[in-house]
């Protein structure tokens, strides 16, 4: 019964998604709303996101009611993220308890073979260039980044499908994409390209967190995480003088969005140095913002704060430090399956940790210039285009699959598996996940089953806030988080309201630069940020100035012009 | 097979196809193995060299990419990170000969004059493992071993107060130069030898029995039998190895790199993967190939025509 009900919840929360109640939900509903404002406004400006005639001419259909089994057999592949080390969770993403259960529930009884295809998260692109090689795309072809789907659309992987028919054959992911306001985004040159999954709380990144050494924070005499960094300086010093060596550990960098420098910009932002510059795909070489972030790497690695090999270390010797002491902090996903914190604990049975919380009240640091905003993202989740390799059947039984995992039930099953066994309820009849579920035939993959289930929804919800970090608050830890989780949230939320965190802007079509000079420019800034951060302090200036140079000759010039150009010609989204 | 009718001293020196074939038909069985090998993953790759000259983009297939003639070459030369890549190619490459070329030979020599059996095969195996290992595990390895600060060498350096400092093995890119060019020589180094012992174990033994009532010494019955015994071997192998010259193996330089080195370490392998493959650039990729292949093919023609001059049997 209670999984009825919250089935039931889960299902009104997706399809309605940012209409909620309550304090903290009306905060959600407003920025939910000011990003569907936001969205609206823009698909105006740019004609070839035509928007919302969609809805005005696809109708809901019937949907599951309606569907017959398939007179032949037709099989779909669906790519799931394979996370390697950085995952947790079952490791065989494409056999494992859930896939063959989402088969024997839906594959068998609607006469459709599905397979799934591993895709390594830190190299999507190259994963997908292989397949398309092999002719040998997955019948949907998914990413969380709309520059990715642009260019895949822009090579020729995806085809156009009919939203009159999607609506027939998967009304309540219709419905979801209507209410959500993602709707306006499914058209690339006109057509209809995508189906895009809802992100609640999109304008926060609530999800991913950053939990430090709170026993060492108050053995150096802190009563409170430093909200400057100026201060964080002060603490590193002091936390070295108390003889943790390197406490700032560091890796290499291992992707584009690694070197975010959101929270180094001024605000307001200027449009155009925010349409030009202001993403992270490309990293922003030779901008003030991306300046004053390295200048506080260089301040870190000079002063002995930063691990002085981290060139040559990956993710999973950061893992390793924060577990073993001898990092002050580590960052990653938030949910109840959380292996690192696991193991820290039981390696310093001591250990006391602190989540860091934004304040909600902006603070830039007077010599740093830096500020505690964030990325937030918008009301979509993942996007979803269909091979251009799939046919007829392919793609319908594609949509039935969206549809299937969109019904609450069974998206309810695949986020929470089964009552106890991946999970219990709570006193307050909620879902909670079983922290360790290591050993079990039913294990989940990463983050309960997210991959899987991120083609409806980017992140779990049971309808409000509160549920919903409760439900993702790390389990079976001596500490509890959530009350931190959500001050997070709620500190994200106040400073998105008041203008101190903006989305990326979105361009209506596949920018050639970016395609052209994406991969030069991503070698060329590992190599310069390198530079950059162990340069001798003094020279970091003339050197920064000299690197610009050369990256933006590299073409970071061309993707700059390129971008702005769209933005004159009414392509791309405005600064809200 | 074209029949003879060359007769020497009365005897049938040759024989026709058909009888050839049908006396030794087990043995053309076994080599159509390798032949259907050949041409189907080398020859079968052929029609795909097309790529070059088009703007290929595999999701449209050939049939709806567009030609280009020339202009992923032109793009290609002109771009400054292919010029960086062939160069430190090339470089390295030559290197990698002057360096690596030599050792398995005198590795073979030395192997040769060992008369201790049981050692001697004990050496070799330990000589030839390294080339069983995989590019990741030796990367691995070389981080564990010669990192600037954490590596066991600089640590074991530093306690016994030979050094102040790490030496920059892996992070400054001159000595990042010669720990990869002495990791390649010791990886392959052992396997590379084996071809030189086979051929010294088919150099008439009545020669080293004559030299020794000569009173020829070790050294000199190594120089004047046992170096020009195998010297066809070794040119063979010279001339497949010049061919190689601009190629560069992806995995090595994946294994050993960072960003302190890629002004070396930034070959044509890594420009192929990280500018074509990885992003889908197909055509880019291909041509880049073939254009390796084609200074290979050059590379290798030139020297067999030396090596024939200079009165060696050559490869071709």
């Known amino acids: ?576 | 097979m074209k029949k003879s009718n060359t007769k020497s001293m009365g005897v049938k020196t040759t024989t026709s196809w058909k009888n050839a074939l049908k006396r030794d038909w087990q043995l053309y069985l076994l080599l159509l193995i390798p032949l259907i090998l050949v041409f189907v993953f080398s020859y079968g790759a052929y029609p795909g060299l097309r790529m070059a000259f088009m703007d290929y983009k595999p999701a449209k297939g050939y049939a709806g990419s567009k030609w280009v003639g020339f202009g992923t070459f032109q793009k290609i030369f002109k771009d400054a990170d292919f010029i960086r890549a062939l160069r430190n190619s090339i470089v390295f490459n030559i290197s990698d000969l002057l360096v690596g070329f030599p050792m398995p030979i005198i590795l073979a020599l030395i192997l040769n004059e060992l008369r201790f059996q049981k050692f001697k095969k004990v050496s070799q195996t330990i000589l030839y493992l390294p080339h069983f290992l995989s590019w990741a595990i030796i990367g691995s390895v070389a981080l564990t071993m010669f990192k600037p600060a954490s590596g066991l060498v600089n640590i074991a350096l530093m306690n016994g107060g030979f050094i102040q400092e790490g030496i920059p093995f892996l992070n400054e890119k001159w000595h990042w130069a010669v720990t990869y060019l002495l990791i390649g020589v010791w990886q392959g180094m052992g396997w590379g030898s084996i071809l030189y012992l086979a051929a010294i174990t088919g150099i008439n033994g009545e020669l080293y029995e004559a030299a020794m009532i000569d009173g020829a010494n070790r050294w000199q019955r190594m120089w004047h039998i046992t170096l020009p015994g195998i010297r066809s071997t070794i040119v063979t192998l010279l001339i497949m190895n010049l061919g190689r010259v601009m190629g560069s193996n992806l995995e090595r330089l994946t294994a050993l790199e960072n960003t302190q080195v890629k002004d070396f370490q930034y070959q044509l392998a890594v420009y192929i993967y990280n500018k074509g493959l990885g992003t889908g650039k197909f055509s880019m990729a291909t041509a880049v190939g073939l254009f390796q292949s084609l200074i290979g093919l050059f590379l290798v023609l030139i020297s067999d025509r030396i090596a024939k001059k200079l009165g060696e049997d050559g490869l071709l």
């Open chain 1, 1 to 576: 019964m209670k999984k009825k009900i919250l089935a039931t919840l889960l299902s009104a929360s997706m399809v309605m998604g940012i209409v909620a109640c309550g304090s903290t939900e009306t905060a959600t509903t407003t920025e939910g709303g000011d990003t569907q404002a936001a969205t609206e406004t823009t698909a105006e400006a740019a004609t070839a996101t035509e928007a919302t005639s969609a809805e005005a001419t696809a109708e809901a259909g019937a949907g599951m009611d309606s569907w017959e089994p398939f007179a032949e057999t037709v099989s779909i592949k669906i790519p799931v993220y394979d996370r390697g080390d950085n995952g947790n969770g079952c490791s065989d993403v494409e056999n494992n308890y859930w896939t063959k259960w989402v088969q024997e529930n839906f594959g068998d009884k609607y006469n459709v073979n599905i397979s799934y295809v591993g895709i390594t998260r830190s190299d999507v692109m190259t994963d997908y260039a292989m397949l398309a090689a092999g002719q040998d795309l997955p019948t949907v072809c998914m990413e969380y980044d709309y520059d990715k789907l642009a260019t895949w659309e822009s090579d020729g992987y995806l085809q156009p499908y009919s939203l009159d028919e999607f609506a027939q054959i998967a009304p309540t992911y219709y419905q979801s994409m209507v209410d959500s306001g993602n709707i306006n985004y499914t058209k690339f040159e006109g057509d209809d390209y995508l189906v895009l999954g809802f992100r609640p709380y999109g304008n926060t990144t609530y999800t991913f967190g950053t939990f430090y050494r709170q026993d060492w924070l108050e053995e150096a005499g802190f009563t409170e995480y430093p909200q400057t960094t100026t201060e964080l300086l002060e603490l590193y010093a002091k936390l070295v003088e108390n003889g943790h060596e390197h406490p700032a550990g560091g890796t290499k960098v291992s992707g584009a969005g690694i070197d975010q420098n959101y929270g180094f910009r001024d605000y307001p932002q200027d449009e155009i140095t925010w349409c030009t510059t202001g993403d992270y795909q490309i990293p922003a070489l030779s901008t003030e913002a991306q300046k004053r972030f390295l200048k506080l790497e260089n301040e870190l690695y000079n002063d002995g704060y930063k691990n002085p090999e981290y060139y040559l270390r990956d993710a999973s010797e950061a893992i390793s430090d924060f577990v073993n002491g001898q990092s002050f902090t580590w960052s990653g996903y938030i949910s109840s399956t959380m292996d690192t914190l696991v193991a820290l604990y039981d390696n310093e049975p001591n250990a006391k940790l602190g989540l860091i919380v934004n304040s909600g009240k902006f603070t830039q640091d007077e010599t740093w210039g830096s500020n505690n905003s964030y990325r937030p993202g918008s009301n979509i989740g993942m996007m979803i285009g269909f091979s251009n390799s799939a046919t007829a059947d392919q793609m319908k039984a594609a949509m039935m699959y969206l549809e299937w995992l969109s019904q609450p039930e069974n998206l309810f099953t695949m986020t929470w598996g089964i009552e106890g066994v991946n999970f219990n309820y709570n006193e307050a009849g909620d879902p909670v996940a079983v922290g360790d579920q290591s050993g079990l035939a039913e294990q989940q993959g990463h983050n309960n089953n997210v991959d899987y289930w991120c083609a409806v929804t980017a992140v779990k919800t049971l309808g409000s806030i509160e549920k919903d970090i409760a439900a993702i608050a790390p389990q079976g830890l001596p500490q509890d988080f959530t009350a931190d989780i959500l001050a997070n949230y709620n500190g994200q939320v106040a400073l998105y309201n008041a203008g101190y965190a903006n989305s990326d802007c979105m361009f209506a079509q596949a920018l050639e630069s970016v395609t052209e000079y994406n991969q030069t420019l991503y070698d060329l800034y590992a190599e310069y940020r390198d530079k950059l951060t162990m340069c001798p302090k003094e020279e970091f200036d003339a050197l920064y100035d000299e690197l610009s140079q050369k990256y933006l000759d590299a073409g970071y010039q061309a993707v700059i012009d390129e971008r702005k150009q769209l933005l004159d010609d009414g392509l791309a989204t405005h600064l809200q």
